[in-house]
């Protein structure tokens, strides 16, 4: 099972990153997928979840409006479109996928599966 992100980088304040997350070994299709965030000194936190369909979808409410999260399961990998970047927005990012969804989930502790951060580094 592997969860492989990718995207990160520096960009300036305003700019944007799409960030892609391909899973490999696991049924993608079946999981909610979710992007968490963790900043220097700061806990990891829920950022964006998106449905198995891709039709439903949550944000954390510091990205709403300026974030988007979407899918390709034919492809199995999942996106993170991030616009009007902030230097708050910088931290690691990770993609995760609940394998068991009962419900798209903002809690770290319902996602089975963890992909190796990517870094966003957002400059002022």
């Known amino acids: 099972v592997q969860l492989q992100a990718s995207g990160g980088g520096l960009v300036q304040a305003g700019g944007s990153l799409r960030l892609s997350c391909v899973g490999s070994?696991?049924?993608?299709?079946?999981?909610?997928m979710a992007w968490f965030r963790q900043g220097p000194g700061k806990e990891r936190e829920f950022v964006a979840a998106?449905?198995?369909?891709?039709?439903?979808?949550k944000y954390s409410d510091s990205v709403k409006g300026r974030f988007t999260i979407s899918r390709d399961n034919a492809k199995n990998t999942a996106y993170l479109q991030m616009n009007t970047l902030k230097p708050e927005d910088t931290a690691a990012y990770y993609c995760?996928?609940?394998?068991?969804?009962?419900?798209?989930?903002?809690?770290?502790?319902?996602?089975?599966?963890w992909g190796h951060g990517t870094l966003v580094t957002v400059s002022s």
């Open positions: 995760a996928a609940d394998f068991h969804p009962r419900e798209i989930g903002t809690r770290r502790s319902v996602y089975d599966y």
């Open positions: 070994g696991i049924a993608f299709s079946d999981s909610v």
């Open positions: 998106i449905s198995l369909s891709g039709r439903t979808t």
